[in-house]
Every structure is written in C-alpha cells, then in structure tokens.
T-cell receptor
Framework: GAGVSQSPRYKVAKRGQDVALRCDPI?????LFWYQQALGQGPEFLTY????????KSGLPSDRFFAERPEGSVSTLKIQRTQQEDSAVYLC????????FGPGTRLTVT | GQQLNQSPQSMFIQEGEDVSMNCTSS?????WLWYKQDPGEGPVLLIA?????ELTSNGRLTAQFGTTRKDSFLNISASIPSDVGIYFC?????????????FGKGTKLTVNP
C-alpha cells in the first residue's frame, strides 16, 4: 500500500532563496506532523495539523518557516530566505494512531 | 529542544552477537517507542511499549519499559548485516495541542559480517 511520500527528495538552495517541500500523507490520515532532523541528531518536532487546522506550530524555529494543509490532505512546508542553519532532513509523518514517516527531503543551503 | 538520552552513541559488532542499547529521560513517559532509520529513509517503528515494566518482543528484538517510566532498553539478538542502521527511542509528549514525538539522538549500529 502507499505510504507517506515526500518531494523533492533532495533540494539544494542558495542562501536567501525560498523553498517549498511537499508531503503526501497516507490517505485518510487526519493527523500530519513535520519534523526537522539535523545531521547526527534525532528528529525534532516542527508543526502539527489535524485535517486542515494547524493546531501546533510551537516547533517552527522562526517566522521564515510556514506550513499549510489547505484541504486536509497534502501539506507544504515553506522556508523563506533560507539560511545555512536550515540545512537538514525534513520529515513528514501522518498518523491514525502510530506515526508513519516519509523518506524525508534533504535540504542543503549553500 | 528536549531530547531523550541514548547510549551508546555507536556500536561496532560482529554478525551473530547480541546488542543492547538504552534510553533515559529526566521526565516520565507513558509510552516508549523504538524506531530504526536506514540511510535516506524515514524512521520505521519497531516496538511500542505502553505499560511500566512491560517486556515486548518483535522477532529478534526485545524492548522493556522501565519501571520508573523514565527509561527503556532495546536488545537485538543474533545480529545480522541488515540490522545496520540508526536506532532511536522516542516518547510522545502531549503539549500545545499535539502529541508530538520527542526523540533521542540515536544509536548507530554497524554489523561486521
């Protein structure tokens, strides 16, 4: 069956560019999470959606980070004016009870 | 951010050996989760523990939920090359409207054939 998919898998951006990362959750999953995983670290929570409502964005590191899920399915994480410290793997997870993770998008900011 | 403390950070073992790793926290968790992450992939759930003192097995993997609810252990018996990867412990934290997962930094396992 189809799992969580993310695109692109790899993204190289020049400092100052805007990027958009897409997550396609498992069909029917109400809950969707975004995590950031720096090199050599565990994933860290960024934001949470229940259907189209963003109920928790406490983990977003700055106002350059913005996430949306307008129809309660696909979600997009947008990073404006990227900085080198934004380089990381961005993981999306959807959940019915257990959280199922996608393969992630590896973002490199040069 | 808040993280769980995992040890060891890395392990190098021979195929066939048993492996043990653990995870501690300064605060109580009501659920402990163990994930494995292969290179270029997202974490995959291996074992979930829901009750203090619980011992749960999944094939060659056995995990225990510590009685203090502040620690958990994962054991892998008779390791094989495909056990290579990074193992993370995690616990759900209900905070700010979501049950987000808090992760450790991981234990990187290398198995020499």
């Amino acid at each position: 069956g189809a799992g969580v998919s993310q695109s692109p898998r790899y993204k190289v951006a020049k400092r100052g560019q805007d990027v958009a990362l897409r997550c396609d959750p498992i069909s029917g999953h109400v809950s969707l999470f975004w995590y950031q995983q720096a090199l050599g670290q565990g994933p860290e929570f960024l934001t949470y959606f229940q259907n189209e409502a963003q109920l928790d964005k406490s983990g977003l590191p700055s106002d350059r980070f913005f996430a949306e899920r307008p129809e309660g399915s696909v979600s997009t994480l947008k990073i404006q004016r990227t900085q080198q410290e934004d380089s990381a793997v961005y993981l999306c997870a959807s959940s019915d009870y257990e959280q199922y993770f996608g393969p992630g998008t590896r973002l490199t900011v040069t | 951010g808040q993280q769980l403390n995992q040890s060891p950070q890395s392990m190098f073992i021979q195929e066939g050996e048993d492996v043990s790793m653990n995870c501690t926290s300064s605060s109580i968790f009501n659920t402990w989760l163990w994930y494995k992450q292969d290179p270029g992939e997202g974490p995959v759930l291996l074992i979930a523990l829901y009750k203090a003192g619980e011992l749960t097995s999944n094939g060659r993997l056995t995990a225990q939920f510590g009685t203090t609810r502040k620690d958990s252990f994962l054991n892998i018996s008779a390791s094989i090359p495909s056990d290579v990867g990074i193992y993370f412990c995690a616990g759900p934290r209900l905070q700010g409207g979501s049950e987000k997962l808090v992760f450790g930094k991981g234990t990187k396992l290398t198995v020499n054939p």
